[in-house]
């Protein structure tokens, strides 16, 4: 084979292309919807006159059922086909979402999303196995990186279009919206996704699903519950994350016995799955986490819309898009473990400046922070999910992405919730106003009542207050927010650990063709 036929071979032809445009677009769609709607909460506040715990579960609902149906995918695509499956959820999501525009009360919109999480929880993991057998192992990670581009823009994304099309329009257009996405989807992969041959169904694991599905749902419930209780000690956080994780637990110990298990943890075995998961995981969480705080600042100690919130994040969406497709050609040719550590460099000189934040930051520091972030965030994730999937066998691809996409889901949740509990604990040490309580009793403290003032500004029009007051008060906050910037920072350097051990040299699976005949010529002369 000629240098140039191997280059040709190398590229991504308009076959495998057509199948990365519908895992993209099933992919816009499962990753918009958990940011939209997070956009969305305080209007449902007022639409449902409902409280803010109990809005919350709109987004709550949707992540357990996405917890409890990514462990199902892998053994639910190797019997009926990747295509017929992939379809169905699609199908899944996109009813969700009407009925969801269709919702009279928060409890109905809270069933309609658990629909919608059933069909989103498998897009990912299905989405990844296809795209994997479609471009072959050479080619994984510019397939990848293409994949990679919603994962990323979602939540820069997501603050900019909910925000407009609740000025504009109303709630109900940020589930309207997905209706035309989801049936040109469902066109699209019927046109273009390869027919399915599903090889002979394995025997269902059923002891492990009454472990695994339930003890991951009860876990990242009780995940959820950490920032509205604040501590530990609450009976809901901690009842449900002892029972969930009792589960898991069980779980692990028992997968080991049946010949096919639910979750297929003989897969730790390939050290590269194993060091890329690890190095995903701690990654995700301070990823996650920090993808709230951000918008967060901007919101409430800055004062700004969400709109604006959401465009001032866009830089480092533009700095992913520059380094993305770049990472992912470079991955199919360098091994990541010589390039991700410079990734994760950038991100951490970027994320440096967060941690100084106060509430008269330049924007165009941040701006700049955030672009250069962007640039390291395109050169990580992708990387290391394709290294993780790359050496499986064919037969294994399905399982192997369910077990990434299951310690995404896990390390966003965990990310979350601890950055959450963190912030919230810091801003609760400011100095309570004397004689100021809320409808609750609470008192209000001075950081508390400016964060309201700077997102409310008619608040200070009906009672005025000392303006030193909101001043201090915005000085606390934006210190608040720099102190819990710091543990994310701190998460981002603890990434370099595990990303120290990621594969430097070239394993046999990237190895093109020509490269293995020439591995095959001695055996045979011998």
Same mark, same amino acid.
């Given at each position: 084979?000629?240098?140039?036929?191997?280059?040709?071979?190398?590229?991504?032809?308009? =076959?495998?292309?057509?199948?990365?445009?519908?895992?993209?677009?099933?992919?816009?769609?499962?990753?918009?919807?958990?940011?939209?709607?997070?956009?969305?909460?305080?209007?449902?506040?007022?639409?449902?006159?409902?409280?803010?715990?109990?809005v919350?579960?709109?987004?709550?609902?949707?992540?357990?059922?996405?917890?409890?149906?990514?462990?199902?995918?892998?053994?639910?695509?190797?019997?009926?086909?990747?295509? @017929?499956?992939?379809?169905?959820?699609?199908?899944?999501?996109?009813?969700?979402?009407?009925?969801?525009?269709?919702?009279?009360?928060? /409890?109905?919109?809270? /069933?309609?999303?658990?629909?919608?999480?059933?069909?989103?929880?498998? !897009?990912?993991?299905?989405?990844?196995?296809?795209?994997?057998?479609?471009?072959?192992?050479h080619?994984i990670?510019?397939?990848?990186?293409?994949?990679?581009?919603?994962?990323?823009?979602?939540?820069i994304?997501?603050?900019?279009?909910?925000?407009?099309?609740?000025?504009?329009?109303?709630? +109900?257009?940020?589930?309207l919206?997905?209706?035309?996405?989801?049936?040109?989807?469902?066109?699209?992969?019927?046109?273009?996704?390869?027919?399915?041959?599903?090889?002979?169904?394995?025997?269902?694991?059923?002891?492990?699903?009454?472990?695994?599905?339930?003890?991951?749902?009860?876990?990242?419930?009780?995940?959820?519950?950490?920032?509205?209780?604040?501590?530990?000690?609450?009976?809901?956080?901690?009842?449900?994350?002892?029972?969930?994780?009792?589960?898991?637990?069980?779980?692990?110990?028992?997968?080991?016995?049946?010949? +096919?298990?639910?979750?297929?943890?003989?897969?730790?075995?390939?050290?590269?799955?194993?060091?890329?998961?690890?190095?995903?995981?701690?990654?995700?969480?301070a990823?996650?986490?920090?993808? !709230?705080?951000?918008?967060?600042?901007?919101?409430?100690?800055?004062?700004?819309?969400?709109?604006?919130?959401?465009?001032?994040?866009?830089?480092?969406?533009?700095?992913?898009m520059?380094?993305?497709?770049?990472?992912?050609?470079?991955?199919?040719?360098?091994?990541?473990?010589?390039?991700?550590?410079?990734?994760? =460099?950038?991100?951490?000189?970027?994320?440096?400046?967060?941690?100084?934040?106060?509430?008269?930051?330049?924007?165009?520091?941040?701006?700049?922070?955030?672009?250069?972030?962007? !640039?390291?965030?395109?050169?990580?994730?992708?990387?290391?999910?394709?290294?993780a999937? @790359?050496?499986?066998?064919?037969?294994?691809?399905?399982?192997?992405?369910?077990?990434?996409?299951?310690?995404?889901?896990?390390?966003?949740?965990?990310g979350?919730?601890?950055?959450s509990?963190?912030?919230?604990?810091?801003?609760?040490?400011?100095?309570?106003?004397?004689?100021?309580?809320?409808?609750?009793?609470?008192?209000?403290?001075?950081?508390?009542?400016?964060?309201?003032?700077?997102?409310?500004?008619?608040?200070?029009?009906?009672? $005025?207050?000392?303006?030193?007051?909101?001043?201090?008060?915005?000085?606390?906050?934006?210190?608040?927010?720099? +102190?819990?910037?710091?543990?994310?920072?701190?998460?981002?350097?603890?990434?370099?650990?595990?990303?120290?051990?990621? $594969?430097?040299?070239?394993?046999?699976?990237?190895?093109?063709?020509?490269?293995?005949?020439?591995?095959?010529?001695?055996?045979?002369?011998?």
């Open positions: 084979m000629t240098q140039q036929s191997v280059a040709t071979s190398d590229k991504l032809d308009a =076959a495998v292309l057509k199948v990365a445009g519908v895992v993209v677009l099933g992919a816009i769609m499962s990753i918009l919807d958990v940011t939209v709607v997070s956009v969305a909460l305080p209007t449902f506040q007022t639409e449902f006159d409902a409280s803010y715990a109990r919350a579960w709109t987004m709550t609902a949707y992540t357990l059922a996405l917890a409890t149906v990514i462990p199902l995918s892998g053994w639910a695509a190797d019997r009926f086909g990747t295509k @017929r499956l992939y379809m169905v959820a699609l199908a899944l999501f996109t009813i969700g979402s009407g009925l969801c525009a269709t919702a009279d009360t928060i /409890g109905e919109l809270i /069933g309609y999303r658990v629909l919608q999480g059933l069909g989103g929880g498998m !897009l990912m993991p299905l989405g990844m196995t296809i795209m994997t057998r479609a471009a072959g192992p080619r990670g510019r397939l990848m990186a293409v994949l990679g581009i919603p994962m990323l823009l979602g939540p994304g997501g603050p900019i279009l909910g925000g407009w099309l609740i000025d504009t329009a109303s709630w +109900h257009w940020i589930f919206i997905n209706l035309p996405i989801g049936v040109v989807a469902l066109i699209y992969a019927q046109l273009a996704l390869p027919k399915d041959a599903p090889e002979p169904s394995e025997s269902f694991d059923f002891v492990g699903m009454l472990m695994l599905s339930p003890g991951l749902a009860l876990f990242l419930y009780g995940v959820s519950s950490l920032p509205e209780a604040g501590t530990f000690t609450e009976a809901k956080v901690w009842a449900p994350m002892l029972v969930g994780g009792a589960l898991v637990v069980a779980f692990v110990l028992y997968s080991f016995k049946p010949r +096919h298990p639910l979750l297929d943890l003989r897969l730790f075995r390939n050290r590269n799955l194993t060091i890329a998961s690890v190095t995903l995981f701690v990654f995700i969480i990823f996650m986490g920090a993808g !709230l705080l951000f918008p967060s600042y901007f919101l409430q100690v800055r004062g700004e819309s969400t709109l604006a919130a959401g465009l001032l994040m866009a830089p480092q969406g533009i700095g992913a520059i380094t993305m497709p770049i990472a992912g050609t470079l991955a199919d040719r360098v091994p990541i473990g010589r390039t991700v550590p410079f990734a994760l =460099a950038l991100i951490v000189a970027g994320f440096f400046s967060f941690t100084q934040v106060d509430p008269q930051t330049s924007y165009w520091l941040l701006g700049g922070s955030l672009f250069v972030m962007g !640039l390291g965030m395109g050169g990580t994730m992708m990387p290391i999910m394709t290294s999937l @790359r050496t499986l066998q064919a037969q294994e691809v399905a399982r192997g992405s369910t077990l990434v996409n299951i310690l995404q889901q896990i390390g966003g949740s965990v979350a919730a601890v950055m509990v963190i912030l919230t604990n810091e801003l609760n040490g400011s100095r309570p106003i004397p004689g100021a309580v809320d409808p609750s009793g609470k008192p209000i403290t001075e950081a508390g009542l400016a964060i309201a003032a700077q997102q409310r500004p008619e608040l200070l029009q009906q009672t $005025p207050v000392d303006p030193s007051l909101i001043e201090r008060g915005l000085n606390f906050a934006a210190t608040a927010f720099a +102190h819990t910037f710091w543990v994310a920072f701190a998460l981002v350097v603890l990434t370099f650990i595990p990303a120290a051990l990621l $594969p430097r040299r070239r394993p046999p699976a990237q190895l093109d063709d020509q490269e293995v005949e020439q591995l095959k010529t001695p055996i045979a002369m011998h």
